[in-house]
């Protein structure tokens, strides 16, 4: 697997890809993201690519940069979503993305690296623990915070 940033070649494979019917709401669409990626500049959307398809999404940003967080955190950085497409899942590419997007933020000498997710999205809890997550709260609409302290 490999990320690649989001072009005018691999934009409408990321709007495609899709999750189980249950999934859907854990996750906001690609589409949306890649909306709000357009009007903030500083979102780093990644499409997941594995042998030239397209087979998940992630996007991240500084969190100083999450306009709508209440309080600052400098050098400190978030990750709003990560999806991979309900034909691709149970084959580890979850983890792979995770792994490789950590290794991204990390090369920028983050202090901690956020993560939200739904409380009710068991298998995410799973991942995000094993990857050394911690949770530390709720946002305003009650999905979970965690966090790696670096």
């Known amino acids: 697997m490999k990320l690649e940033q989001i072009t ?3 934009i409408y494979k990321v709007i495609k890809l899709s999750l189980s019917e249950q999934q859907q709401k854990f996750v906001s669409t690609n589409a949306f993201s890649m ?4 009007v903030n ?3 780093r959307p990644r499409a997941a ?3 030239g398809e397209v087979v998940g999404f992630a996007m991240y940003t500084e969190w100083v940069n999450a ?4 309080e600052q955190k400098p050098n400190e950085y978030y990750i709003p979503r990560i999806m991979i497409d309900k034909s691709y899942q149970g084959k580890g590419y979850g983890r792979s993305l995770m792994n490789l997007l950590l290794d991204e933020i990390k090369e920028k000498n983050p202090r901690a690296i956020h993560i939200v997710y ?8 799973s991942l995000y623990d094993s990857l ?8 305003d609409c009650g999905d979970i915070l965690a966090r790696i302290q670096l």
């Open 8 to 10: 005018k070649q691999n």
């Open 132 to 139: 050394g997550f911690v949770e530390y709260g709720k946002d």
């Open 41 to 43: 500049p500083d979102y």
């Open 118 to 125: 739904c409380a009710k999205n068991t298998a995410a809890k």
């Open 35 to 38: 909306a709000e990626s357009a």
């Open 67 to 70: 306009v709508w967080m209440k």
């Open 49 to 51: 690519v594995v042998e």
